[in-house]
């Protein structure tokens, strides 16, 4: 039986620690040993080292392995059939707990953020951080949450999932899992006491044992990464990006919920955090991207055959009268969303030559629309 409560089963307890953490790097000086050896901290004779393996799946031409503590990476000759150079280190969850038992036998001040900081000084790019929280007979169970989210208190956008696997000889619900959201930020909230009974047989002397688990991916997992390298507490940054990201809402108040208030368990569970939004920006599709595509791949080729066919056969005016009446059945295909486009397109450039006055903008952006309007309107009639 294994012990997880301190006093008795009814003891509370909660503990948060990264439960993942996968960083690539390109462009570093040193091999595969020195790497484990002076970065990692470790012995290199620990490892196992093989050809291919699951570094084969990233793209790397070998594997070094401690159990779950796994670097992918490439000799010479990988990298000259194609394959990625550097490498890549992955602590799965267990590879988590097995690296922390392996430094604190040496080190027992060692803490994540002694690797987090070695690794960051060697332009480490993190592609995967998860960081679970554990509630040890805490009132913030999965059962808890479902009903919550049941009753339409949940503030959010992406997809929202439940699996559970059933006791036939109880009837009872175990090993559930709530999953809000996908790639590249997922919230998963389970029961971790009935997922070590299934997978590993083991039983704990607690009323329940849930995790809730974020787990972030590619740039999200980065921008979390640069944040604890500046010195944020763990549990802190966990709290900010669920309070940035995630809301529970008081059961009655206005008709819109997004505009109601966080009901008060919520706040309590956030605990002040400071909000943290791990926003990754976009380029949005600008008329001037539209431009450059059209440049080299679009359909004017097309066009330009057309119009020269037409000066050959019958002459300037008229190839030039067929492309104007091309373009002008064009506007009939004209939507809203190619009308936003044009427009950002016209601001952009129009604010990088001074032509617009940028305090005038939203004036100036009605008069614009309009005009389009009005131009795709004439030019539309027959």
């Known amino acids: 039986m294994n012990e997880v409560a301190k006093e008795d089963e009814s003891f509370v307890r909660q503990y948060i620690t990264i439960d993942w953490l996968t960083a690539s790097f390109r462009d570093i000086d040193c091999d595969i040993t020195e790497f484990i050896v002076e970065v990692l901290n470790m012995d290199y004779r620990d490892f196992i080292f093989s050809e291919g393996g699951v570094g084969r799946s990233y793209h790397y031409g070998n594997t070094a392995k401690f159990d779950n503590i796994q670097i992918y990476y490439s000799t010479q000759v990988d990298v000259e059939n194609g394959l990625n150079t550097g490498f890549t280190v992955n602590f799965n969850g267990q590879g988590c707990r097995q690296y922390e ?13 002694d690797l987090i900081s070695d690794l960051i000084k060697l332009s480490g790019n993190f592609t995967r951080l998860d960081m679970a929280l554990d509630l040890i007979n805490s009132p913030y169970t999965w059962q808890f949450l479902l009903e919550k989210i049941y009753k339409k208190t949940l503030i959010y956008r992406g997809s929202v999932k439940r699996y559970n696997k059933i006791n036939t000889r109880t009837g009872e619900d175990y090993h559930a899992s709530i999953y809000i959201g ?19 047989g083991e039983e704990y002397d607690v009323n329940s044992w849930t995790r809730w688990e974020l787990r972030l991916f590619s740039d999200k997992a980065h921008l979390a990464v640069l944040e604890l390298a500046e010195g944020r507490a763990l549990a802190d940054l966990f709290c900010g990006i669920l309070s940035a990201h995630y809301r529970f809402v008081t059961l009655t108040g206005d008709k819109n919920r997004s505009r109601r208030e966080n009901a008060r368990w919520w706040t309590n569970f ?13 380029d949005k599709p600008t008329l001037k991207k539209k431009e450059n595509w059209l440049e080299k791949h679009g359909p004017e080729k097309a066009e330009l055959m057309l119009y020269l066919k037409d ?3 019958y002459g300037s005016d008229a190839a030039l009268e067929n492309l104007i009446k ?15 486009i044009i427009l950002q397109g016209i601001l952009e450039e129009a604010s990088a030559t001074g032509k ?3 305090d005038r903008k939203d004036i100036v952006t009605e008069n614009i629309i ?4 009005g131009l795709l309107n ?4 027959p």
């Open 370 to 373: 309009k005009e389009i309007h």
């Open 182 to 200: 996908d790639k590249p930020q997922q919230l998963n909230i389970y029961d971790k006491k009935g997922e070590r009974l299934d997978k590993a």
């Open 101 to 113: 038992n392996y430094c604190w036998n040496d080190r027992k001040n060692w803490t994540w953020y």
């Open 378 to 381: 004439n030019e539309s009639k």
């Open 356 to 358: 617009i006055d940028l």
């Open 326 to 340: 091309r373009i002008q059945l064009q506007t009939l295909n004209i939507v809203d969303a190619d009308i936003q």
């Open 270 to 282: 956030l605990n002040g955090a400071r909000e943290t939004k791990l926003l990754i920006e976009k």
């Open 311 to 313: 000066l050959f056969v």
